[in-house]
């Protein structure tokens, strides 16, 4: 961990890091989205079966916790657990947020927080000669390591990983209604069809899911595969698919 503070929507943020990664606390989700304290932590535990610990969150306690009390400030001395989330396991835990706020802070977050690179520079001027011309090496094969990553973080999935997507979004929202042969399918397929597909790309921060990063692409399944219909929507199912019964 560290001491620095980034600013997310006008709020202090210090930087917390984890085995190489950025991550958050349920206390830091509720502040920056302006929500009753515990909200975060009670859609965790809601939806913590469709979570990986290790790759959306992680969970300290034990001795473990006991050292990183010893190397933070931010863990109460009586707790027995802590709980920190990745960027994967925040995208999972706001998507229900629909509001102005959230979708704002979302970007921020990813963008300025979660994906933020840092780096100090060495000073170089007491260095022999060769060391230098070593570093002068080192920092090439880095700019051509920058460089592929740009690449690879600019490539966008191709044919058949865009059939992979839709064929998810099909079966997703085919289940959502209740199959082809519901009254919800007939009068609601279309509706659901595009909600599932706006909060896919709000989520991914795409204009359309071709254009869905490479790098992404476990996220944007896990995206579909999780995705919940509005209570509105929702709700226009029941009523539409309670016909059956009558």
Known sequence: MNNQIIKINNTDLSVKELNGQRVVTFKD??????????????????NKSHLIENEDYFSIKGDELKNFK????????????IILITESGYLMLV????DDLAWKVQRELVNNYFRAKSGQALNTSKLSKE????LMLDEKTVEMDNRITNLEERMTIETGSQKV??????????AVLGGKDTPAYRELGKKAFRQCWND?????DVASYKDTPVKDFDLAKKVIIDWKPNRELELMIRGCNAQIRM
């Open 165 to 174: 997507l839709c064929d998810l979004v099909n079966k997703k929202v085919m």
């Open 70 to 81: 010893q190397a933070t400030n931010f863990v109460g001395s009586n707790a027995k657990e």
């Open 131 to 134: 060391l230098k011309a070593i």
């Open 29 to 46: 989700i509720d502040v920056l989205h302006e929500r009753v304290w515990g909200t975060a932590g009670r859609n965790f535990r809601e």
């Open 200 to 204: 896919y790309k709000k989520i991914l």
């Open 95 to 98: 998507k229900s947020l629909q």
